[in-house]
């Protein structure tokens, strides 16, 4: 029996290395990306999926831009279609008129969602796509990222690592495992980020793009150049012109000249539970502490629920109150749709499913509720400001109404 004992630790260990060596891991984070891709000629491959070499989890967003606005239809007669702006040419001032069509580009949309809201996406063409939210809303859009028009990666049960081009995919579907999954393209980088506004904790995209914990940390040392997994980091801490880097073993070095440990840095993204995204710029950040994944961490499905309309209660300065179906900004219609707002050049992304309270403060800024009692004011960015087109509510059959930002006191989300 002891013998036999130490035959299955041996064969155990043994292959523990070979999935090591491959750079496959067992599956200990469950909120990954899944499915299959559909291929032009009817090919089917099931398994992980990854956006090209981006985005892996459920919570990684999906962006792109809206081909059409189906509201623009109900501004009102009355406001003229041209739309007239005066400008100053040196000293004297000319005007000039938008178009139809321009007009309508003045009311154009990126669209945002996390992937874990999205049923499908269907290619059209090499520039476009038709996306299937999980309630079977289908949203077509154009460019905008290069979430259109790149690989599409899988790692196929039974013939690995397949790097699909665009113009071989006819649909990509979503679904959540049947059986237990051995392989993935890695574990998220998790931990806490001090910076100057305070600690938040979450996953983390470092420098907006390293995100798994086998991605590599690049730098200068006084001794050359070196690559160092996120697996054997255990805190980022900012220095004057550089960043020391503690290993798990303790051993401290410090890293110039890369934009992952200097100024250069594009930006820490933190994804929070129930809040969203926050971009943290290198001037916020202060310091990173790399954790270990909570026990409860499987609660991420939780998050996706079935996207739904967005209703609720408007109040206007003038105290009337509408309530009904809202469209946000002529434009956010579901839930699982984003609002996005800036804080002092911190950009928040946050699902309109977790907005409980949105009221404007002045011409730039409002407050933002979260569901979860947070308060977060924002500002600048179209959602969340004077350029704001406008809240559309439908009251009725065929009635409505458009509350413009001007004259809105607040929106209670129900």
């Not at 160092?228 to 798990?248: A, D, M, R, V």
Request: overall charge negative.
């Amino acid at each position: 029996m002891e013998y036999l004992t130490k035959i299955v630790l041996f064969f155990t260990l043994f292959f523990s290395l070979l999935l090591s060596a491959l750079g496959i891991k067992a599956q200990t984070y469950p909120c990954y990306l899944y499915g299959s891709i559909t291929t032009v000629d009817g090919d089917v491959y099931k398994g992980p999926i990854r956006w090209n070499d981006e985005e892996v989890f459920l919570t990684d967003v999906f962006n792109s831009e809206k081909i059409e606005n189906p509201y623009l239809k109900y501004i009102e007669q009355e406001k003229p279609k041209r739309i007239e702006y005066k400008r100053r040419r040196r000293t004297s001032w000319y005007r000039f008129e938008y178009s139809d069509e321009q007009r309508n580009n003045l009311y154009s949309r990126k669209f945002e969602c996390r992937f874990g809201d999205i049923n499908s996406i269907s290619v059209t063409g090499q520039e476009t796509v038709n996306l299937e939210l999980k309630t079977g809303k289908f949203i077509n859009l154009s460019g905008g990222s290069n979430d259109v028009g790149n690989q599409v990666w899988i790692l196929d049960h039974e013939l690995g690592l397949l790097k699909i081009d665009w113009n071989r995919i006819d649909v990509v579907n979503f679904f959540r495992p049947e059986d237990e999954v051995t392989e993935n393209f890695g574990d998220p980088i998790y931990g806490k980020i001090t910076t100057t506004i305070g600690e938040f904790t979450g996953f983390i995209q470092w420098d907006h793009d390293e995100r798994l914990l086998q991605d590599k940390l690049d730098g200068v040392s006084r001794d050359g150049e070196m690559d160092i997994p996120f697996t054997k980091i255990s805190k980022i801490q900012k220095e004057e012109n550089g960043s020391q880097i503690k290993l798990q073993s303790g051993r401290k070095l410090l890293l110039k000249s890369s934009n992952d440990v200097s100024s250069n840095n594009r930006g820490i993204i933190v994804t929070i539970a129930q809040v969203g995204r926050i971009d943290f710029t290198w001037k916020h950040f202060l310091s990173l502490e790399i954790l270990p994944l909570p026990k409860n961490i499987e609660s991420c499905y939780s998050e996706f629920k079935d996207s739904e309309r967005l209703y609720g209660k408007v109040l206007t300065k003038e105290g009337k109150t509408f309530e009904g179906i809202i469209v946000y900004d002529l434009d956010e219609a579901m839930d699982s749709e984003i609002l996005n707002g800036l804080n002092d050049k911190l950009e928040f992304s946050v699902p309109f499913r977790n907005v409980k309270k949105i009221v404007p403060k002045a011409f730039n800024y409002c407050l933002v509720e979260l569901k979860s009692g947070q308060n977060l004011f924002l500002g600048d960015q179209t959602d969340v400001s004077g350029k704001n087109a406008g809240i559309l509510i439908f009251t009725g059959n065929d009635k409505y109404e458009i509350v413009e930002w001007g004259e809105l006191k607040e929106i209670e989300f129900m």
